[in-house]
């Protein structure tokens, strides 16, 4: 019990000093301060008054939010006496292996550097910064020479390395219970079963309406449909977060989905939001990158290449590069197994105080990474409002599908917790696969390591993202891969999978 509310009073503590750092905060201050000037507020009952106006003014429900948005993101407590890493990932074989995975990305990343002889970074001349400004919302129609680049790495290298992964602890041991499991991935970890994940995921039982089925063309709107907007509504009314991530669970109606994903999120458009996009973008427009290379190599590669998501390279282009440059995106690493590459200035390499994040985000991009935003573009046409969306997104959920980690919406996890209900629940297709020389998990990964964008249609992929963003799990990812019309459905989750050229 003395844990427990220790454990409760750090929680609470590390995210009062967060929510000191925000804009809220500020603006609290300000309308607090304000407020003594209201006749309603008086000295002798000055706390309860100021409580009271916030409620009342709606700054209470925007507190709120704000506090369930740190939750959401907050790691698990740990024991007072457990060093910092273990906020970052408790397995140290995983710690080691993200390590190893790490030094390889950042070879293949300076070997790139060294053959095209190209700098990681470098300032633009004045008459480079004004044309890529003048050409910043059609970099789309720029056909720069990117033949001589190629991806950091691609899904297939990642999985090599998933499927290398041991626990030293089993090398050696006789844990047969585990060594039936014949799938890839051959690390002890816990992952539900399917009582489990019937418990979890009850709001996508059978008897619960959902969108993207129940409001198709053969059932009546009244029976369902009609009353889901209307609640949906009342709870954009309200802007409440923890009621909008209960609701979404059912799927959003296309009209308020991206309204709910940014009430959820606790993303708003303030004037300094819009100014911090636009520093970002003086940022790319000053320095280029050898990132940015990699960045135009991807999207030409997946999202010029997609039916869905060509028209929005602009928009991909514009996002990414600023991503890249954003230093508000290392607060993640608190709570993500990687660290972030570092780069020293020239000569002074191995002097700590010379040190760089590298890019500025920490986030090297890989093969598909584009793919991330490009699903978000249909939601959101306001560049700033896009951009926010997606750094939440990816700090929230996408930076686990390319870390190794034991979390329960890591990689890891989902690849074990995919073949696991495979071998478990369809054996046949499971054996008969493997027979084959098809392991399932090979064809599967890349869907997962993507949220599945660029394989389903959109308008099915973002239903699944409105589950990811309800449950705050990513968890469901290795669910959808049995829903594919090769398996058989297991989830009341329509959709078929999106064929190249289809």
Not at 9 to 25: C, D, E, N, P
Not at 124 to 137: A, D, F, I, M, S
Not at 225 to 245: C, F, M, P, T, Y
Not at 300 to 318: C, G, I, M, P, R
Request: charged share 20%.
């Amino acid at each position: 019990m003395l844990q427990e509310e220790s454990d409760l009073s750090l929680v609470i503590a590390q995210i009062v000093q967060k929510l000191k750092g925000s804009s809220l905060y500020a603006q609290l201050e300000r309308q607090a301060w304000a407020s003594l000037q209201r006749p309603e507020i008086k000295l002798e009952s000055l706390k309860e008054d100021i409580k009271e106006y916030f409620k009342i003014s709606g700054w209470e429900k925007k507190l709120q939010n704000a506090v369930y948005s740190e939750l959401s993101v907050f790691p698990s407590p740990s024991h007072p006496a457990a060093p910092p890493e273990h906020l970052k990932e408790p397995l140290v074989y995983m710690r080691k292996a993200q390590g190893s995975w790490e030094k390889r990305i950042l070879k293949s990343l300076n070997s790139m550097c060294t053959e095209l002889s190209i700098p990681l970074a470098r300032k633009r001349p004045v008459g480079e910064q004004k044309e890529l400004l003048n050409k910043w919302n059609e970099m789309g129609t720029d056909e720069p020479d990117l033949s001589l680049f190629r991806p950091v790495y691609a899904p297939k290298d990642f999985l090599e390395v998933l499927i290398n992964l041991r626990n030293p602890n089993y090398e050696n041991g006789d844990s047969l219970s585990f060594r039936t499991h014949l799938g890839l991935i051959q690390v002890p970890l816990k992952v539900k079963d399917i009582p489990e994940l019937k418990e979890f995921f009850v709001e996508l039982g059978l008897t619960t309406g959902q969108l993207g089925i129940d409001d198709s063309t053969q059932v009546p709107p009244e029976l369902f449909e009609n009353e889901h907007v209307r609640i949906g509504q009342k709870v954009l009314a309200e802007q409440d977060s923890a009621a909008a991530q209960q609701y979404i669970r059912q799927g959003s109606p296309t009209a308020l989905r991206a309204e709910l994903w940014a009430l959820i999120l606790n993303i708003s458009s303030q004037p300094e939001d819009i100014l911090y996009y636009e520093q970002l973008k003086t940022n790319v427009i000053q320095h280029d990158l050898l990132v940015d290379s990699l960045i135009y190599k991807d999207v030409k590669l997946t999202a010029s290449n997609d039916d869905y998501y060509f028209v929005f390279e602009d928009y991909l282009y514009q996002v990414l590069l600023c991503f890249s440059r954003d230093t508000s995106v290392l607060g993640h690493f608190a709570y993500n197994s990687a660290s972030p590459p570092k780069s020293y200035i020239r000569g002074k390499l191995g002097l700590e105080e010379y040190a760089v994040f590298y890019p500025p985000n920490g986030v090297i991009p890989f093969h598909g990474f584009s793919m991330y935003v490009a699903p978000l573009c249909f939601l959101y046409h306001e560049p700033s409002k896009l951009y926010q969306i997606f750094r939440e997104m990816y700090v929230r959920f996408f930076f686990r599908l390319h870390s190794i980690s034991s979390h329960p919406s890591g990689i890891v996890s989902l690849c074990l917790l995919f073949e696991t209900l495979l071998q478990t629940y369809l054996p046949q297709l499971f054996y008969h696969l493997r027979e084959i020389g098809a392991q399932p998990l090979r064809i599967s990964f890349k869907w997962m390591v993507r949220a599945f964008s660029g394989y389903l249609a959109t308008d099915q992929l973002l239903l699944l993202w409105d589950r990811i963003l309800g449950y705050n799990s990513l968890e469901i990812l290795a669910e959808k891969c049995l829903s594919f019309p090769v398996t058989g459905c297991t989830l009341p989750l329509s959709g078929e999978i999106k064929r190249p050229g289809s």
